[in-house]
């Protein structure tokens, strides 16, 4: 068995007074033997960057001050203060198991071929019943075809932002997050689509799941959902990446919509 390697969880957050301090309470108690947790925060109003200043008594816990320019330059203000040689993605609306970490990084070490890998992320069970609404859509086979990770993948699957993990020396060959993606999202599956360029693929660990609070009304949902369609407008011009799978919930909603009562 290889020895697992020094680890960076980067966490851009803004306005997570609500979920930030879950978040904390958790990842400072993984198992995994050495890792450091940098929180990024992105032009906050609220008080969740209070909270983490809370926290910064135990040493694995960094807070450090972004651009206020989208995920994708927080990310990379993460990347420029990260100390390990393995970096990892999650939100700050995240609740992690105590192994969690270890389950996600160990494929990674492991298999030399692979170049990113990611794990599936579900609802609490105690949220909300607008957020278990949220979560389905997100997640069921109908609505994405499997895409963030289910039994059955209709499509390719790539790692998303809320739990990757990639090794440094991926991103000092492929380049960091796109800017150019600002507050819209999908700068991780441009960046994935790099590393598959070069040769590497993209790994799925079933075991490395973490919990994902979801948005908590429709209207926050939809703004989610535009942004993440807009995002995939601008890496189809960006890579030439295309894929039918990502039309089938639009498709089949609005066959549901046209189709007599």
Known sequence: ?????????????????????????????????????????????????????????????????????????????????????????????????????????????????????????????????????????????????GLRGGDIILGKYYPRGCNMAIKKEMLDRVGVFDPRFGRNRGEEAELEDRVKEIGYKLGFVKEALVWHRRRPSFKKFWKQNFASGYAYIIRMQYTKNFSIIHFIPSLLTSQACSSPS
């Open 1 to 145: 068995m290889k020895k697992l390697p020094f680890v960076s969880i980067i966490i851009p957050f803004y306005n997570e007074e609500v979920t930030i301090k879950d978040c904390l309470e958790t990842i400072t108690k993984l198992s995994y033997p050495k890792y450091e947790v940098i929180f990024v925060n992105d032009g906050s109003i609220d008080h969740g960057p209070s909270i983490v200043k809370r926290y910064l008594k135990n040493k694995k816990i960094r807070l450090v001050k972004g651009s206020h320019e989208g995920v994708a330059r927080a990310r990379n203000t993460g990347i420029i203060h990260a100390k390990g040689k393995i970096l990892v993605f999650t939100d700050a609306d995240c609740i992690f198991y105590k192994d969690w970490l270890r389950k996600l990084v160990k494929p990674l070490v492991d298999n030399p071929k692979l170049g990113v890998v990611g794990g599936p992320d579900k609802t609490p069970e105690n949220v909300p019943f607008m957020e278990k609404c949220v979560d389905f859509a997100m997640t069921s086979l109908i609505s994405t075809g």
